[in-house]
């Protein structure tokens, strides 16, 4: 699908963009090198959002009217407040240009909505998808437009009451938004399930029905153009979109109300196992989980569910009755994600969590039948199949006070033997980064059932221990085990398209070293995956340091982890703290996010949210 070469420049058609709306205030996200950004007249007042803006020191006098900030669109818009920097006035044009992800884009359109009037008008570069590289989500060309595309499909499918135009202006397109509804819900309550649901779509997609809809959407930037002034001039309120709306928000009332019966009755046969168990009779937070859920009946007959209650009953839900047998099916489950980059975003979305946090922990104390190990029923992602996960406590200190058992080193599947930990390693690195089985992987441990796991995936899979002195660092000795340091790689540098290391780096004395030496073996648009012991506090806690002699002084009690070749187990140094990501920025990382999950159906428990990272080497055109 292509566009034609007699096509408007994008730049052109934002400039007739503004040429027809004037507009009074005007936000910017993706900068760059400020051309699109000159386009809006000396009289509208501008917001820039780019983490890494390009030469805008000679542009500076022709910018007087812009305020730039240089952070991602994810970080402006939780600690910004756009209606102060706009001086009280509505936002009126919005140009999208980031990060060409789908999800990033998502966001970024929800944030400009959320901010919109009825008059306001949303731009998104990028959406008219030219061919399989180009538009796929991993960097492959110098001209990249990314899956920006599937954000058109998604209001197509989900926002009905909103006017798309997509306007073939080269080289990919330029889609125009209005009718905006600064109130609707309907995308942020289902945002997880979008993401579950688009991520993965690929380029075959528009080869089917897609594709028509993509035609039918497209036209000439005039006639895009003349399209939006003539809804201005009549005023967004006509009684079209008005109907529009009030159609689209009836027909989803009527699906909730549907799924609302459907739903009760599975919960009344639920509730009744519970009130049978040994559990419920034991357990007082149970007891507080069945009124809650009892709620849901009094409210559904009503019309009115009560949001707590209904999540609940959600999370409550149990996994299907384990089989053992591999089916397609099992993997459609989306897995809820959050990726937050700094302290502040992680600070308010705790607090919008702290409900549903404290719903999952009752979700996990009714799990807890009794202090002995336990099968917990979900679906193993390695294995695709539907397992009995096993449970006990016996990496969980206070086991014997408050029988809740460790879960993060549990739930261990009986196939693949892989817990929770490292199940959900290989799930979030290809949900996050989509390595191939020719991907080159160095991974930081080679004896563990995660590696074994990983080598069946993954052809040019490379793993090591630290073996010591005993070797000489890059070769192998026993086993043929391969002896690395994390500090002293011995790797040619670009080696690899995706470096893992899973709970190695809080043992390491000079963990920065071992960033760095992640970084330098990175091919350009590598990416590094990583878990660490992370506190959630705005700086790393360090437990104790070695000095130049190797000598070890403690500052907090000693805590040992396991470690597969020493029986005595490895000593923790640091627990981290959100100023590690700050490190990694400094050592030139880009795209560096913690992503937080937790999941009941795949056995990612831990009453609050599980945390991976990802950080990304820079391409040479970023």
């Given at each position: 699908m292509e566009s034609p070469s007699d096509a408007s420049d994008y730049l052109e058609a934002l400039a007739m963009l503004h040429e027809a709306l004037k507009p009074r205030t005007y936000l910017e996200i993706g900068v760059a090198g400020?051309?699109?950004?000159?386009?809006?007249?000396?009289?509208?007042?501008c917001i820039g959002v780019d983490p890494s803006p390009i030469g805008l020191e000679h542009r500076a006098r022709r910018l007087s009217n812009a305020v730039i900030f240089e952070e991602t669109s994810d970080t402006f818009f939780a600690t910004r407040d756009l209606d102060a920097l706009l001086q009280g006035q509505p936002l009126d044009l919005a140009f999208i240009d980031g990060m060409h992800l789908f999800e990033h884009a998502l966001r970024d359109f929800m944030n400009a909505e959320a901010?919109?009037?009825?008059?306001?008008?949303?731009?998104?570069?990028?959406?008219?998808?030219?061919?399989?590289?180009i538009s796929s989500r991993q960097r492959t060309t110098e001209v990249w437009t990314g899956d920006v595309w599937k954000l058109v499909a998604c209001l197509h499918k989900y926002r009905p009451d909103l006017d798309v135009t997509l306007a073939d202006a080269s080289p990919s397109g330029l889609a125009i938004i209005t009718g905006l509804d600064r109130h609707s819900s309907v995308l942020p309550g289902l945002y997880e399930a979008l993401l579950g649901e688009y991520v993965p779509l690929g380029w075959d997609s528009l080869e089917s029905e897609t594709a028509g809809w993509f035609s039918g959407l497209t036209v000439p930037v005039d006639e895009a153009i003349d399209r939006?002034?003539?809804?201005?001039s009549r005023g967004?309120?006509?009684?079209?979109?008005?109907?529009?709306?009030?159609?689209?928000?009836?027909s989803e009332s009527q699906v909730e109300n549907d799924e609302l019966r459907a739903k009760l009755a599975a919960h009344v046969a639920q509730l009744s196992e519970v009130y049978a168990s040994t559990s419920w009779r034991l357990s007082a937070p149970v007891r507080l989980a069945g009124r809650r859920a009892g709620n849901l009946s009094r409210s559904a007959r009503s019309g009115r569910v009560r949001r707590g209650a209904c999540r609940?009953?959600?999370?409550?839900?149990?996994a299907p009755r384990p089989t053992g047998v591999r089916t397609a099916h099992h993997m459609d489950k989306?897995?809820?994600?959050?990726?937050?980059?700094?302290?502040e975003q992680f600070t308010a979305y705790t607090e919008r969590m702290r409900e549903e946090h404290g719903l999952r922990h009752l979700v996990e104390r009714e799990?807890?039948?009794?202090g002995h190990p336990s099968r917990v029923p979900g679906t193993c992602f390695v294995c695709g199949k539907q397992v009995p996960f096993s449970v006990d406590y016996s990496s969980s200190p206070a086991a014997a006070l408050d029988l809740t058992p460790n879960w993060r080193e549990q739930l261990i599947c009986p196939c693949c033997h892989l817990n929770n930990r490292m199940r959900a390693c290989i799930h979030i690195l290809e949900r996050e980064c989509a390595p191939d089985q020719n991907s080159h992987i160095y991974a930081t441990e080679q004896t563990t059932p995660l590696f074994t796991a990983m080598s069946a995936r993954y052809r040019h899979l490379i793993g090591s221990e630290y073996l010591g002195d005993s070797i000489a660092l890059g070769t192998t000795g026993v086993d043929a085990i391969r002896n690395e340091s994390i500090t002293r790689l011995t790797f040619p540098s670009d080696s690899f398209d995706y470096v893992l290391s899973f709970d190695v780096l809080e043992h390491v004395p000079d963990y920065v070293k071992g960033f760095s030496e992640c970084f330098r073996c990175l091919k350009p648009g590598g990416s590094l995956c990583f878990t660490v012991p992370f506190t959630g506090g705005p700086a790393t806690l360090v437990r104790a340091c070695v000095n130049l002699e190797g000598a070890v002084r403690h500052i907090l009690p000693p805590e040992y982890h396991g470690d597969p070749l020493r029986a005595d187990g490895c000593l923790c140094l640091h627990h981290f703290g959100w100023d590690m990501l700050d490190c990694l920025r400094e050592l030139g990382f880009r795209d560096v996010a913690a992503v937080l999950y937790w999941s009941r159906d795949y056995g990612y428990l831990g009453a609050n949210d599980q945390v991976l990272f990802v950080a990304r080497k820079p391409n040479v055109w970023d």
């Open positions: 400020g051309e699109s950004l000159l386009l809006a007249h000396s009289h509208t007042t901010n919109s009037h009825a008059g306001s008008v949303v731009a998104v570069h990028d959406c008219l998808p030219l061919d399989a590289i939006v002034s003539r809804m201005r967004w309120s006509s009684t079209l979109i008005k109907l529009r709306r009030l159609e689209a928000r009836l609940l009953t959600r999370l409550l839900a149990p989306p897995l809820a994600v959050r990726r937050i980059s700094t302290y799990l807890i039948a009794s």
